[in-house]
């Protein structure tokens, strides 16, 4: 249960992060870079929850 919550969690600062990074480089808005950084946040939180459920 603890790494459904680290999951979840954690998942909201790696998608503003995600976000920021693709502001940064001037990639530009729309559905495809929505779509980007929700797999990347997806993949980083469910990695986390693994790291946590791992340790």
Do not use: E, N, Q
């Not at 249960?1 to 976000?19: C, D, E, N, R």
């Not at 990639?27 to 779509?35: C, E, M, V």
């Not at 997806?42 to 693994?50: D, K, N, P, R």
């Amino acid at each position: 249960m603890f790494a459904f919550i680290v999951g979840l969690v954690s998942y909201f600062p790696f998608a503003w992060y995600a976000h920021a990074y693709l502001d940064d480089h001037g990639y530009p808005p729309g559905i495809t870079r929505k779509l980007v950084v929700f797999v990347i946040a997806s993949v980083l939180a469910s990695l986390a929850s693994y790291c946590v459920s791992w340790i």
